[in-house]
């Protein structure tokens, strides 16, 4: 928090907290106690950076936080945040995105042509609902980089392009990380 201040050079900056939700699972200590602290009024005035042993006023600056589930956060530190929900992409906005974008960077990144990684969109649709569950594409371009890996590693050993059908995605992919709603 300091650094972010110091990087501003002011002392009423907009500071963002990417995917406070992640904060409890990537330390050993509760960092979760030194974002009350922060992000309460009666104490952020008073806050003490133990690193640097010594207090700091951070009431003027504004914190914006991330998270991709609010049910990670800690009770207490969702408390002192107000909460403004944003929906993630529909299925067809991500199929969309997917045939657009991904699909021809992971062809680049791999040495593919889009002729050759083409996928149905009925092929992404499956492919979203078994193998992601985020409201983003993170997971979406991660599948679909190691699917180009796969079929890049196919064409080398075989000279021809394989068929991208549902039993050889489900083979390069694993099993199923979804299980279908019912």
Known sequence: ?????????SRSPVILLDEIDK???????????????????????????????????????LFIA??????????????????IELSGYTMDEKIEIAGT??????????????SQISLHATHLKWIIQTYTREAGLRDLERVLALIARKLAVELLLTHHVPTLNEDRLRHWLGAARIKPMV
């Open 1 to 9: 928090i300091i650094q972010a201040l110091r990087s501003a050079k």
């Open 23 to 61: 904060l409890t699972h990537q330390f050993q200590h509760n960092p979760s106690a030194v974002m009350l602290e922060i992000l309460d009024k009666e104490q952020n005035k008073s806050f003490y950076d133990y690193y640097l042993e010594v207090p700091f006023d951070v009431s003027d600056a």
């Open 66 to 83: 991330t998270a991709n589930s609010v049910a990670d956060i800690p009770a207490p530190l969702l408390d002192r945040m107000e909460l």
């Open 101 to 114: 974008y991904l699909l021809p960077r992971v062809a680049g990144q791999n040495g593919l042509t889009l």
